[in-house]
């Protein structure tokens, strides 16, 4: 196989990228709580909200509390098919704080043939808050299209990149399941025709992956 040099863009996304964790939860008790007016006594009903043992309704929102094991969320199947000559057991990516984001990668060329499929689990303080985030991001990369049958709610776009007159056709799946984000990004190159893989093979590559991922993360669900 003849050593290339690859296109900048895509050897950039070979370094592997620290990630940053979204920002915690603002502390809603504790010794800077307020303190009741004097000679006020805390109803029954106050005394239950108080307690700490008390679930907050943010808390019985947040149907994930920790994000699973990325590398292992896509089965090797899937991995073989898409990225052809990568180690299935993938790569994660460091991250400041596993618990709220999670992501791994597998990426190969096999002869000409180059392939990247990377996977990122997010979790959002609540269903609303993952909501948002998912409408945000929709609205930033418009013209795709929604993805029924995966999650609370799938999307989907593809598009097309040429540099130094090589293509790159990237896919990108976002998926929102209660105050979960799974985000799987999917791209190709052919270094000999210079061509990029066709539409249809990189979003339904991206689909495969991004329903693996769902299948995943739902089995990690506590309780």
Avoid at 139 to 167: H, I, M
Wanted: glycine share 8%; net charge positive; hydrophobic share 35%.
């Amino acid at each position: 196989m003849p050593s290339l040099p690859l296109p900048l863009a895509l050897t950039a996304r070979l370094s592997p990228v620290a990630v940053l964790a979204t920002a915690g939860w603002a502390l809603t008790s504790g010794p800077f709580a307020p303190a009741p007016a004097a000679g006020h006594q805390p109803s029954v009903a106050e005394t239950a909200t108080g307690s700490p043992s008390a679930p907050s309704a943010t808390a019985a929102s947040r149907t994930y509390t920790a994000a699973p094991a990325p590398c292992g969320s896509i089965t090797r199947k899937t991995v073989t098919a898409l990225v052809p000559g990568a180690k299935t057991t993938g790569k994660e990516i460091p991250s400041t704080d596993t618990k709220l984001r999670r992501t791994c990668s597998w990426n190969a060329l096999k002869g000409f043939d180059y392939r990247w499929l990377d996977v990122s689990f997010e979790l959002m303080e609540s269903n609303q808050a993952a909501e948002k985030e998912y409408q945000q991001r929709v609205t930033e990369k418009s013209g795709g299209g929604d993805v029924p049958g995966v999650g609370d709610s799938g999307y989907s776009v593809v598009n097309l990149t040429t540099e130094d007159k090589q293509q790159t056709r990237e896919g990108v799946v976002l998926v929102r399941v209660s105050n979960a984000l799974v985000v799987v990004t999917y791209n190709g190159s052919d270094f000999e025709t210079k061509k990029a893989p066709s539409t249809d093979v990189i979003n339904k590559g991206a689909i495969k992956a991004a329903k693996d991922a769902v299948t995943a993360l739902e089995g990690s669900r506590s309780g």
